[in-house]
């Protein structure tokens, strides 16, 4: 459209994703592409209440060559505002003005609109206050009008206009845009009765935005203004005012005080300080390494990250705080010195390019892992140290995922809540597309209604709903921190857990240039701390790691790695016994072969034959025998392809590191063919004819499916020799340090019959002698209260203070004075946590109920009056106690564990079953097993079936049972709804794996007493 002979711009201003969380439905991308193809003169995101998706809507129209134009719909005292930034100023008052809202709970006053309304450009969508605005905003407020294709004026357009008059206040075109088509309106009131927690038949009027909210192209929106010209010529006004023009890109890191120095000079001079601490001799090869690096940061303007990393890492040094910096982060020398790594990147072979070169833009990335339970002391340092308004905890958004889309919108048909468990607990974990025809592939959803209605209809708004953001969470490690207030670049809001959060996850907080550091707990490292300090309290002295120990090297080699951080899986178990580790290295190599890419790529199985002599090592060319020779002529390590193209194609390491991330990342086809010639090109200068310089790089090309970060691997193998080492010289600490701090791959109970097998013996809870937490008592470990079901933090505490007073006398005097609830003291009994009274279980139960109103009644009254236990109790009957397997039932529900024996300790061995010890011994025979489940895990073969792997254990040991497709369709079901299983089948050896090949799966038939152990599925992941 022509205002006079000057083109009319175009585009819609209330535009709103999906990041209008359960209202929009059009995602970012697809928004950017519509006003892109339609060739509007911008593209506007103006989302409800915050700025979530406005970075990757500004890089994404950056990258479509179209106008951005970023705003937000706030609610005000003033009225329903759309307020956009014309420049950066505006964009910095939107972020302080966002998040003056959230964070204080509070709606926009008068103060705040008129103190950051520097360069924002203000659409009343409704407002009582039109004077007001215009004396704020002047000429740069505007009235939204909305017009559709009927002859209906709404009320909101009739207020409009009659402002518009009586308040000068000029109309812009702004239709509201909720999704993209009218078909789309069903899924809009889906996420809206989502939203509202209701049926969708019990939607209100105004809840869901209006039928006509879809986005039109130009021609039939301008129409529908063909009564309001001056409308549309506002529209081109705004799109003209609104420049804003983003610093994406541009790295902003915080100073440190470094007094008279530069941070250059003070890297360097706590770098040379640590040389004598840890080098025992300080090479030509470590000076070399440590200038190159430091000049590097330099050159880059680093120097100050490294110094915050450093500041942290000192901190935690300082508190006794465990940390390690894992990732590409341990290939430097510099982060060896800084004290925040653990590996020798030299003796380690390990490159610093990988973590850092010139030919990168983007900042270096160091996750610090710590003690979990010493992260909140860690950041509140961080807040602390550079200011509560410069540092903020980064977002991450939790998105409608395939089993969560499926429940909310079964919510929202009116499903009954039981009928709704029944069918998503049935569903496969993972994307949608795996639901589409999940129930002609896996087992436990083959009788599953998805073509009847209304589930068809549900399986298909939960596929279009697939990925939308849903709300905000905090993320596991990530803090942010800025140079100067954070709001003049982030927006923040309120967590549920009431911690400020941005409304930008990691990636728009990368593209802001802003310093983001990984702070992660780690529970190995609290296990590792713990336990020492169990061994300092027992002997006197803390354990020192040597870099060598037969016993423990011995125990890896046998497999014996249960309870230990990253070698306990039934692969990585397997995986040891094969590679026989003799030293750390072989469990830096184990780590990086169990990824799943190596092993569907053929390199593991490749590596072990060749580990095994069973074929003969290569190499592409003797020139790569050094790079190659350590993982016999395989690529294992990512740092490798760095050194290959180095020597092979002399790329300098900047340059082998950009073709390491093209090929570990999408790729347009010229950009590889460009990389791929310069190899070639290079190979052929370098000796290799051009051949095999083409199959060299086809193999690296390839790499890119299961390569791995050594330095990475490096870090965790440190940290699981440590772990293992502990388990093998001190194992009652090691497993009691296990236990509080539930770490690991399986469920509790694992580990507590790990512990048994290790000759620990386990003692139950106790409300006269247990901790809060698991603790060891001479030679054995005492259960904890934390471990007994919903058991209030208050309650145990309550029960520790009141026996430190005087020591509880019976039932009457525990209830009276711990004042627990009824269902607490009945787990309490039924776990055996009453011993002390003398009296078995049934006989406590019967007491209590007369025992329990009187205690609670006299509580009440024993200021006034000395109470006594009610008459009766004298006269109990004489009730034998439970049996063993209904002791065991009752613990596994309330506990996740046993003590008072292994679950299957009550069930007699059939004659004709073998335990797993015997196993090595039946190998190639047909058997017959008897397991109690502790984990399962299905994955795809090649042609896309799906077979599954499940780890049990008997009284002897953990063993592998493995059922192949045909298998695990028919048997599948009996997996996921039982516990115990009785299983006939093969017993096959594949290197270091030795497992049962079922051909037959039942559930466990008890003889005599049943056990509730077969009914469901508590503790058990399903991967």
Not at 281 to 287: A, D, F, L, Q
Not at 305 to 331: Q, T
Not at 468 to 487: A, D
Not at 670 to 677: A, G, K, N, Q, W
Request: proline share 5%; charged share 25%.
């Amino acid at each position: 459209m022509r205002k006079g002979n000057m083109v009319m711009s175009f585009a819609h201003l209330h535009s709103q994703s999906n990041f209008s969380f359960k209202y929009g439905t059009i995602p970012i991308e697809r928004l950017v592409e519509l006003s892109s193809t339609n060739s509007f003169d911008a593209a506007c995101l103006a989302d409800r209440g915050g700025l979530y998706g406005a970075i990757e809507f500004y890089k994404l129209c950056d990258d479509r060559n179209i106008k951005p134009i970023i705003g937000v719909e706030l609610q005000t005292e003033l009225g329903n505002l759309l307020l956009y930034a014309m420049n950066y100023v505006g964009y910095g008052n939107l972020c302080r003005m966002i998040t003056e809202k959230n964070l204080h709970n509070s709606s926009i006053g008068r103060e705040t609109l008129h103190f950051l309304k520097n360069g924002i450009l203000a659409i009343a969508v409704e407002t009582d206050s039109p004077g007001e605005l215009k004396e704020i905003f002047g000429e740069d407020l505007y009235l939204k009008i909305e017009s559709v294709p009927s002859r209906y004026v709404p009320p909101l357009l009739k207020k409009n206009l009659w402002l518009m008059d009586d308040f000068d206040i000029r109309p812009v075109a702004a239709n509201r845009i909720a999704f993209e088509s009218p078909e789309d309106f069903a899924i809009h009131k889906v996420l809206r009765a989502i939203d509202g927690n209701c049926l969708l038949s019990d939607l209100r009027n105004g809840e869901c935005a209006p039928e006509t909210s879809y986005f039109r192209a130009r021609e039939a929106t301008q129409n529908l203004f063909s009564d309001f010209p001056e409308a549309l010529a506002s529209l081109s006004e705004v799109i003209e005012k609104c420049n804003l023009k983003l610093p994406l890109g541009e790295l902003k890191f915080p100073k440190i005080d470094t007094g008279d120095i530069t941070a250059y000079e003070r890297l360097r001079n706590v770098c040379i300080s640590n040389l004598g601490v840890k080098f025992s001799r300080i090479s030509g090869e470590v000076i070399a390494r440590l200038e190159f690096e430091l000049e590097t940061i330099r050159r880059m303007g680093f120097c100050d990250y490294f110094l915050v990393v450093y500041d942290i890492a000192n901190f935690c040094h300082r508190e006794n705080i465990p940390i390690v910096g894992r990732g590409s982060a341990a290939g430097s020398i510099v982060s060896f010195l800084l004290g925040y790594t653990e590996v020798d990147p030299i003796r380690n072979n390990l490159y610093f390019e990988r973590f850092l070169n010139e030919a990168r833009s983007d900042p270096p990335d160091v996750d610090l892992d710590l003690c979990w339970k010493s992260r909140d002391r860690v950041l509140a340092y961080v807040y602390e140290q550079y200011g509560h308004e410069k540092v903020a905890m980064i977002c991450s958004y939790i998105t409608m995922q395939a089993r969560m889309a499926v429940r909310e919108i079964c919510k929202v048909y009116g499903l009954p809540s039981n009928e709704i468990t029944r069918f998503t607990k049935r569903l496969p974990y993972g994307p949608l597309s795996e639901l589409q025809d999940c129930n002609g592939r896996y087992a436990e959803s083959l009788h599953l209604p998805l073509n009847d209605k209304p589930y068809r209809n549900i399986m298909d708004t939960a596929i279009r709903i697939n990925g939308f953001p849903r709300h905000l969470s905090i993320h596991c490690g990530g803090i942010v921190i800025s140079p100067g207030e954070i709001t003049e670049l982030v927006p923040l809001e309120m967590s549920a857990k009431g911690i400020a959060i941005t409304q930008y996850d990691m990636h728009g907080i990368d593209k802001l240039g802003l310093v983001k550091i990984d702070l992660l707990g780690q529970r190995a490292l609290t296990v590792i701390r713990e336990t020492t300090e169990m061994v300092r309290q027992r002997t006197g002295h803390i354990p020192e790691f040597p870099e060598y120990d037969e016993r423990t090297y011995d125990r890896l080699r046998k497999g014996r790695s249960l309870a230990v951080f990253q070698i306990e899986s039934p692969g990585m178990r397997a995986l040891l016994r094969d590679i026989r580790p003799k030293e750390e290295n072989d469990i830096t190599l184990a780590l990086a072969l169990i990824r799943p890419g190596a092993s569907d790529s053929g390199m593991k199985q490749l590596y072990l034959r060749r580990h095994n002599h069973l074929e003969e090592v290569a190499y592409p060319h003797p020139s790569l025998v050094p790079i190659l020779e350590e993982t016999l002529g395989t690529v294992i390590y990512q740092e490798q392809v760095l050194r290959i193209a180095e020597v092979a194609a002399g790329f300098s390491l900047n340059q082998a590191d950009l073709l390491r991330r093209a090929m570990t990342k999408e790729r347009g086809d010229e950009s590889m063919r460009s990389l791929r010639d310069s190899f070639i090109a290079g190979c052929v200068r370098n000796g290799l004819n051009p051949q095999m310089a083409r199959e060299l790089f086809l193999n690296l090309a390839k790499f890119s499916g299961y390569g791995f970060c050594k330095a990475h691997a490096a870090t965790y193998a440190h940290v699981s020799f440590q772990a293992m080492y502990l388990k093998t010289h001190f194992p009652l600490e090691y497993m009691c340090a296990v236990l509080n701090n539930r770490l690991g791959y399986y469920a509790p109970s694992v580990y507590l019959e790990e512990a048994r097998r290790l000759g620990i013996e386990i003692r139950g809870i106790d409300v006269a002698k247990s901790e809060v937490d698991f603790v060891v008592e001479g030679d054995s470990i005492r259960m904890g209260f934390s471990q007994v079901k919903n058991l209030p933090a208050a309650t145990m505490r309550k029960i520790i203070d009141e026996r430190e007073k005087q020591s509880f006398a019976d039932l009457y005097d525990f209830v009276r004075r711990v004042k627990l609830s009824k269902n607490d003291c009945v787990n309490l009994i039924k776990c055996g946590a009453l011993s002390f009274t003398g009296k078995n279980g049934p006989s406590l139960m019967w007491e209590m109920e007369i025992v329990y109103p009187a205690a609670l009644k006299h509580s009440r009254e024993e200021a006034l009056f000395e109470m006594q236990a009610p008459s009766g109790i004298s006269s109990a009957p004489c009730l034998s106690d439970y049996s063993l397997q209904k002791k065991i039932d009752y613990e596994m529900e309330i506990l996740e564990m046993s003590p008072s024996s292994h679950p299957l300790g009550p069930v007699p061995r059939p004659d004709a079953a073998i335990d797993s010890s015997q196993m090595l011994g039946k190998l190639n025979e047909n058997v017959r097993m008897i397991g109690f489940l502790s984990d399962r895990k299905r994955i795809k073969t090649r042609d896309g079936k799906i077979m599954q792997f499940l780890t049990l254990e008997d009284k002897k040991d953990t063993f592998e049972a493995v059922l192949f497709p045909d298998a695990y369709l028919k048997f599948g079901d009996v997996t996921f709804s039982y516990r115990v299983l009785d299983i006939a089948g093969k017993i096959e050896k594949n290197g270091g794996n030795i497992a049962l090949i079922a051909d037959s799966v039942k559930p466990f038939a008890y003889p005599g007493e049943k056990s509730k152990m077969n009914r469901g599925k508590a503790g058990i992941r399903q991967v």
